[in-house]
């Protein structure tokens, strides 16, 4: 194990290395501890200028509930729910097919096809804006969450494909080969044989994508507008326009629009970390 | 001769279909082509539309009007083009450091401690959270005089600073907020990675004298090599297609001091600057060109593996 445990190191290091732990972490994630005790401070603490000192009082419920009940920050959270979650079952149903394709047949285009899902997943978004806009308006799902939609699914698609691929590819292949002996038809090798594998990488995917749409921001942008179909992160810059300069509102928005991801990756973190470093070991 | 979509497998059927014939080189494709249509027309064919429509001069909805390549001869000499162009390599440049800081972390928290594992999955959380948080999170800890940054240089009696409001300083401090979440991503994978490390590696390295630097440069690095491969691409991806942080922190001010190549398409074809299609195509195509060296540098690589693996 590198760097040497520190159990083997003096107590004295020991101790340091214990004290030095929550050190850093209050460091790391101090901007976002400023934004969370902003959000239970009262407005009159920033009319009087008491930024950085001790809340005033203690309001986080009556912050929150402006959030909840006084804007439309839960029409924006619905939409990105209606967003995220069919993007998620679309991207990773696709994936999973194109994956199985890829990794268990041979045919001499394979890896052509395979390198067209990977160039496409790295593109920068902007050389497809205007023609994604403009085939989202010809279809008339321009600022409807349906042209998001499709659009995620498609893109998403390439980076699932990759993923799913190679997790196919790690299979055991004897298996596949067995049951094609016994007869079994390939629909139902991928049905019945591949699938229930896939169970980790099905997981692994599924929280993935939920957190890369959630946080996407500049295709809601381009593809919506309003409250009608724009998801969250879109929605907060509304609602902070909505509040300007009330940073107790726009800190608990923040954190409500944030929230879900967040505990997406706490609540599924085996898979998420999973997924995210497929590759990082050989 | 019947083609049957999908036959019934549980009965023998007395004459073998075409499909039951050409089963294993027809199936790949059917399962292929869902993803393969999608992909198509919301990825490869537009790719190929925005450079035709970088040929014309087009507000979006009116007639199209070809103009060959002025569009990109009005490139050449347009000087937010440049500015977005230079700081599109700072961003290149400077967010590579998230890969040694992500590294250094890791080496951090490799220990097992109790409470080690909240550790680990607190110091990742930024990289959960939305581009929008982070820049709005940012945005406020840069803020002149009420923000915690001009705060913490008071007390060490250093004026207030405003960061993003200095067109010299603006881009960095942009660039700093998108290395808080890249650098819990290259954190992980090295995390990753070091528990993959061969331990008998290392004692036979500690027998031999190796220790500290020497063996992190000559036995431990060596063996990261995947994870920092993986760490390279999605940081060189991640600085190229960095948009939601500048859209939010500055939106491109002051001056235009912070654009991006990213930035200064969408603000040419879709904000208040007017709808100019083609224009902002152009720009697209030579962001995408620049993306192509890495894409190529990196299909490249993988194409190696796959001729040495199976």
Known sequence: MFPRPIQQASPAAQTTYKTLLPLALIMWLLPLIAVAVFSVKPASDFTQGNYWGMPGSFDLIDNYSQVFFNSDMPRYMLNSVLITVPTVIGAVALSAMAGFALGIYKFRSNLWVFFMFVAGNFVPFQILMVPVRDLTLDMGLYNTKTGLVLFHIAFQTGFCTLFMRNFIRALPFPLIEAARVEGVAEWRIFWFVVLPLMKPALAALAVLIFTFIWNDYFWAIVLTQGPDAQPVTAGITSFNAQYRAAYHLMSAGSIVAALPPVLMFFLMQKHFIAGLTLGAVK | ?310
């Open chain 2, 1 to 310: 001769m019947t083609v049957t979509a999908l036959p019934d497998t549980e009965a023998t059927p007395p004459k073998r279909g075409w499909y039951k014939r050409n089963e294993i080189a027809v199936t790949p494709w059917l399962f292929l082509a869902p993803a393969i249509l999608f992909f198509a027309v919301y990825v490869i064919i537009p790719i190929f539309q925005s450079f035709s429509i970088s040929l014309y001069d087009w507000d979006g909805l009116g007639e199209a009007r070809f103009v060959g390549m002025a569009n990109y001869q009005e490139l050449v000499t347009d000087r937010a083009f440049e500015v977005s162009l230079w700081n599109n390599l700072k961003w290149l440049v400077f967010y590579l450091l998230a890969i040694p800081a992500g590294l250094f972390i890791a080496l951090f928290l490799n220990q097992t401690v109790t409470g080690i594992r909240i550790y680990k999955s607190l110091f990742f959380s930024p990289f959960v959270l939305s581009q929008v948080v982070v820049g709005l999170v940012f945005a406020w800890f840069y803020l002149p005089n009420e923000g915690l940054l001009s705060n913490m240089l008071g007390w060490f009696g250093l004026g207030p600073v405003n960061v993003l409001g200095d067109p010299t300083w603006a881009t960095y401090g942009i660039i700093a907020a998108g290395l808080w979440p890249q650098t819990a991503y290259c954190m992980i994978l090295y995390l990753t990675g070091l528990n993959a490390v061969d331990p008998e590696q290392v004692e036979a390295a500690r027998l031999d004298g190796a220790k500290g630097w020497k063996m992190l440069w000559y036995v431990i690095i060596p063996q990261l090599k995947p994870a920092t491969f993986i760490a390279f691409v999605v940081t060189i991806i991640g600085a190229l297609r960095s948009f939601d942080l500048i859209s939010i922190m500055t939106n491109g001010g002051p001056f235009g001091q912070t654009r991006v190549l990213s930035f200064y398409m969408f603000e040419k074809a879709l904000s208040e600057y007017g709808f100019r299609m083609g224009y902002g195509a152009a720009i697209a195509v030579v962001l995408f060109l620049i993306m192509l060296v890495f894409i190529a540098y990196f299909l490249f690589s993988m194409y190696r593996e796959e001729r040495g693996g199976r």
